[in-house]
Nanobody
Framework: VQLQASGGGLVQAGGSLRLSCRAS????????MGWFRQAPGREREFVAS????????LYGDSVKGRFTISRDNAKSTVYLQMNSLKPEDTAVYSC?????????????????WGQGTQVTVSS
C-alpha cells in the first residue's frame, strides 16, 4: 500500500489543522491505520490509531482530548483533526498502515509508512 499524507502547515497556538492520508494499492478497509510524529532530535511518537471499521481509536497521552482520528473507507483516507494546537505539537506527521484489523501504539504494528507532512505551531 502507498500512503500520501497532506494538510500540514504553519498555524498559531490554539489553532486547528486537519491532516489527510490517502491510501492506494492493497485493500485499505481491512486494516487499522495510525498517525505518528517526529520532532527534530526526538524519537518517533505515537499519536493515534483507528480500527478497520472506524472503531477502537487510541490516542497518545499528549494529544488526548485535542486530536481526533477518523477514516472514510470509501475514499481510502484516514484523517487527523488537530485542535488546540501547541508549539510542542510541531513535528513531521506520518501515517501508517497496520498489519491487522486493529493497530496499536507500537511501530511494529505497522507495515506501510507514508511520507510525512510538516506541522509547525507558532507561539
Amino acid at each position: 500500500v502507498q500512503l500520501q499524507a497532506s494538510g500540514g502547515g504553519l498555524v498559531q497556538a490554539g489553532g486547528s489543522l486537519r491532516l489527510s492520508c490517502r491510501a492506494s494499492g492493497r485493500a485499505f478497509s481491512n486494516n487499522g491505520m495510525g498517525w505518528f510524529r517526529q520532532a527534530p532530535g526526538r524519537e518517533r511518537e505515537f499519536v493515534a490509531s483507528i480500527g478497520w471499521n472506524g472503531g477502537g481509536a487510541l490516542y497518545g497521552d499528549s494529544v488526548k482530548g485535542r486530536f481526533t482520528i477518523s477514516r472514510d473507507n470509501a475514499k481510502s483516507t484516514v484523517y487527523l483533526q488537530m485542535n488546540s494546537l501547541k508549539p510542542e505539537d510541531t513535528a513531521v506527521y506520518s501515517c501508517a498502515g497496520g498489519r491487522r484489523a486493529y493497530s496499536g501504539e507500537s511501530s511494529s504494528d505497522y507495515t506501510a509508512w507514508g511520507q510525512g507532512t510538516q506541522v509547525t505551531v507558532s507561539s
